[in-house]
């Protein structure tokens, strides 16, 4: 059962437009969201997250939007950089419990 | 400030054999996660301690895998007897304790497993 779902594998991009990439997630009990972002041979690292109690998070060229509703979340990328091209994952947890659940992660290219 | 620590960063072992894997988390972070990360899936949580205390194993298959964090704070992982399915890349990530902004997770680099 994947709680979590990122339904494109991969997404391509021109430099300097705008980068949508797109989460859904069944269980309604997760109360926070968060993108993290995968270089080759790395370990993710924390991008931005959002609580459920809020429907927009930005912070510099990222932002993050929750339409709770439609149980979906996405992530902006503005203006898109080649250095941005990676794995981004998706990842929501509920409550205190810091346990995350991760979608299956959808690889940015940037073309320059 | 130094991030989460792994090693070894890679590792072949043929089926059967043993392994272990070595974690010391950030300075200060209470919880402490082990994660599966299997090539085209996102990471699986295998098993979360908060300080020396283990909060969640419910994915860890206890048959094989094994996990430790002694006093808090570094953390091992062993497979034993390692089968074909278990390459993968096992990532260490840490937290602080408490709600609100700022509980993120940080991973450090894994370890890849290659079972031959």
């Known amino acids: 059962d994947q709680q979590v779902k990122q339904n494109s594998p991969s997404l391509s991009v021109q430099e300097g437009r705008i980068s949508i990439l797109n989460c859904d997630y069944t269980n309604s009990m997760f109360d926070y969201f968060l993108w993290y972002k995968k270089y080759p041979a790395e370990g993710p690292t924390f991008l931005i997250s959002i609580s459920s109690i809020k429907d927009k998070n930005e912070d510099g060229r990222f932002t993050v939007f929750l339409n709770k509703s439609a149980k979906h979340l996405s992530l902006h990328i503005v203006p898109s950089q080649p250095g941005d091209s990676a794995v981004y994952f998706c990842?929501?947890?509920?409550?205190?419990?810091?346990?995350?659940?991760f979608g299956k992660g959808t690889l940015l290219t940037v073309n320059p | 400030e130094a991030g989460v620590a792994q090693s070894p960063r890679y590792k072949i072992i043929e089926k059967r054999q043993s392994v272990a894997f070595w974690c010391n988390p950030i300075?200060?972070?209470?919880?402490l996660y082990w994660y599966q990360q299997i090539l085209g899936q996102g990471p699986k949580l295998l098993i979360q301690f908060q300080n020396n205390g283990v909060v969640d194993d419910s994915q860890l298959p206890k048959d094989r895998f094994s996990a430790e964090r002694l006093k808090g704070v570094d953390s091992t992982l062993k497979i034993q007897p390692a089968k074909l399915e278990d390459s993968a890349v096992y990532l260490c990530a840490s937290s602080p304790l408490g709600p609100g902004l700022g509980t993120e997770a940080f991973f450090g680099q894994g370890t890849r497993l290659t079972v031959v």
């Open positions: 990842a929501a947890r509920r409550g205190s419990n810091y346990k995350l659940t």
């Open positions: 300075s200060g972070h209470a919880t």
